[in-house]
Structure formats: structure tokens, C-alpha cells
């Protein structure tokens, strides 16, 4: 069971690469190409739509356009929230990133809930993203959370770790408190 773990891990590994780094022919990697996604949205600061069917529209939304709004993004897999049953696997997760127009911080945590098929190289058929909060920040923050985020494990890295160097930012308490 172990290494179907890590064979997963790595294919969202994948999934975080291309999403963080605007490479969209890295989501093959990660999904099926009649994969779906679904967004529960708990916080009004992101928009994205609320299903989506298909490698080639989960490529337009989670890659494309993000990364027409985006840069500087960390994506961050809490590996000490890992949960695993076989073809299920569930994570929270912290992003940073700054907007491309105005240069605006943005500082949020959620959970992913991926659903893998059986073959022997797992692809995802399903991914659920909750994002329950996204905090904004002023450009004035950006080298403080870039600072913070830029010496951290990526993709996978432990809660501990996460908060250990986190910026003391009164903003960003709610995320703390969360995880």
C-alpha cells in the first residue's frame, strides 16, 4: 500500500508543478482525461467555477487562466494531514502567490480530495478543492511571504515547518488557526 501512496503523491506532485508553474502539459500526468473537478468555495477573495469535466478544461481553469492572474504561487501539501483508502486520497494544503496586476499578496489553505483510478500508474478521476480561506495582502508583503515560503519543502511539507518561519502577520492568523 505504500507505494501506491507514493505513486499518487507523486502524480499530484505533478499536478502542483504544472498549476504553480504554468505547464499545462504536466496535468496529463496527474489526470484522466474525463477527470472532473469540483470547487467548494468558503471564502469570496477566489473565483472559480464550480465544476468542471475533462482534462482539457481542467487545464484551461487550474493552469491557463490562473496563470494569467498569477505568479510567484507555492502550493503546499500538509504531509502531516495525508489520509489514504486505496483510491482516495485527502490533504490540506497552503498557497501563496502574488497577482500579476498590482502585484496584491495572496495567503489561503483549504483541503484537496483526489479520487484515483485503478491502473497501475494511478491518474486522478476526481479532484474536490475546498478553499476555506484567502487572505489579501498589499504588495508591500510580497518579499516578507515569498521570503517565508521560498526556503520551505515543496511541495510536500509538514504543518510544523509551515508555521515555523511563518511571517507574525495579524492577517494571517485565521490561516494558523485553521491548520
Known amino acids: 500500500m505504500g507505494s501506491i501512496i507514493e505513486t499518487q503523491k507523486r502524480q499530484i506532485c505533478q499536478y502542483i ?19 472532473s473537478l469540483k470547487m467548494i468555495l468558503k471564502t469570496e477573495n477566489i473565483a472559480f467555477p464550480s465544476n468542471t469535466l475533462g482534462l482539457n478544461e481542467i487545464s484551461e481553469v487550474l493552469v491557463r487562466k490562473f496563470g494569467q492572474t498569477y505568479e510567484n504561487v507555492y502550493t503546499f501539501c500538509v504531509s502531516d494531514s495525508l489520509t489514504s483508502d486505496k483510491n482516495a486520497l485527502s490533504c490540506d ?19 484537496y480530495d483526489w479520487v484515483f483510478n485503478d491502473e497501475p500508474v494511478p491518474l486522478a478521476d476526481h479532484l474536490t478543492i ?21 526556503v520551505l519543502p515543496y511541495p510536500w511539507c509538514d504543518v510544523a515547518s509551515l508555521f ?7 492577517p494571517l492568523s485565521p490561516i494558523r488557526d485553521r491548520m
Open 164 to 170: 515555523q518561519s511563518m511571517p507574525p502577520l495579524a
Open 17 to 35: 508543478y504544472a498549476k504553480d508553474g504554468n505547464r499545462p502539459h504536466l496535468l496529463k500526468e496527474a489526470f484522466t482525461d474525463s477527470a
Open 93 to 111: 494544503w497552503l498557497v501563496c502567490m502574488t497577482e500579476k496586476d498590482g502585484g496584491a499578496v495572496r495567503v489561503g489553505n483549504g483541503s
Open 130 to 150: 475546498t478553499i476555506e480561506q484567502m487572505v489579501l495582502l498589499s504588495p508591500d508583503y510580497a518579499s516578507q511571504i515569498l521570503d517565508w515560503v521560498g
